[in-house]
């Protein structure tokens, strides 16, 4: 639903501006969440200290693009995606990347990528109708087929997970009162639209924030979560049977205002997860979050 950053529109208004603006801040909580919910590290000893995690400044050679999605596939592979329809990949630990962007897509917003290795990758567009889509490469990114472009002016796709190489999930925005989950059994080649009878009214002015990728994570073969704002209530949702039924549990996180929700999720299993959120409209700090 809504999703902060900067928008291809310039001056947007109305529900696609609200969308669109709740898209930047959720980026910054992805390599967070993802080191909270890590395996638990070792106490050091004397000799660990020399090795103590660090971090160096790579150049991407994309000094214009605002990247929003990233899968890290092993030490040596990862790729990312974000603005002007950009992705790139990196098999050398981050020394270099190379653009492979699909061809045509500058004027698309990348907010989540999903790779399996090297060589294979799923990545997301979101917006309204036709902006929201879906690519896959099988080759590192020298070829894209578009196998999802959705048809529906009232559909906005906030995030995409996969559980295996196979099985997956993007969710959209509430369409007729009911976030729409989409689904795939092939990898992301071909994709169907879920029944909504198993999933729970949405509140009124509900949604996702399609910020980095992480309002739709998975664990295990079949546990999904969905985060929401936007509402008077910040919910996650969880299915335990690939999206085709969910419960939802409030939280304690800021709600009551489109700025304010979850914005991401990890889960290192079934029942141990973080989920972070708050206020992201500038110059208003949300002491609370």
């Not at 004027?107 to 879906?134: M, P």
């Not at 295990?220 to 299915?239: C, E, F, Q």
Request: proline share 6%; net charge positive; aromatic share 8%.
């Amino acid at each position: 639903m809504r999703r902060w950053g900067s928008t291809r529109r310039q001056g947007t208004t109305g529900r696609t501006g609200r969308r669109l603006r709740r898209a930047t801040a959720a980026a910054a909580c992805a390599a967070a969440l993802a080191a909270l919910t890590a395996v638990p590290a070792q106490a050091q000893g004397p000799s660990d200290q020399k090795r103590a995690p660090h971090w160096s400044l790579k150049d991407t050679g994309a000094p214009d693009v605002r990247f929003r999605g990233l899968a890290a596939v092993s030490r040596d592979t990862a790729w990312v995606a974000g603005t002007l329809g950009t992705v790139l990949r990196t098999t050398d630990g981050g020394r270099t990347w190379r653009d492979v962007s699909p061809p045509g897509a500058g004027e698309l917003q990348f907010r989540d990528v999903e790779a399996f290795d090297a060589r294979r990758a799923v990545v997301l567009a979101i917006g309204e109708g036709e902006d929201s889509r879906v690519y896959r490469t099988d080759d590192g990114g020298t070829t894209w087929t578009e196998t999802f472009r959705n048809p529906d002016p009232r559909a906005f796709y906030d995030c995409v997970t996969f559980f295996d190489h196979r099985h997956g999930l993007a969710m959209s925005d509430p369409v007729d009162g009911r976030f729409r989950i989409l689904s795939t059994r092939d990898g992301g080649r071909s994709w169907t639209v879920l029944p909504d009878t198993g999933m729970p009214p949405a509140l009124e002015g509900e949604a996702g924030f399609a910020a980095s990728g992480q309002c739709l994570v998975s664990s295990g073969p079949k546990d999904v979560w969905l985060a929401t704002g936007g509402a008077d209530r910040a919910r996650v949702l969880h299915s335990a049977d690939r999206g085709r039924t969910w419960t939802a549990t409030d939280t304690p996180i800021p709600a009551g205002d489109p700025a304010r929700g979850v914005f991401a999720l990890a889960f290192r299993d079934r029942h141990h997860g973080l989920a972070v959120g708050g206020d992201f409209n500038p110059g208003l700090p949300s002491r609370d979050a």
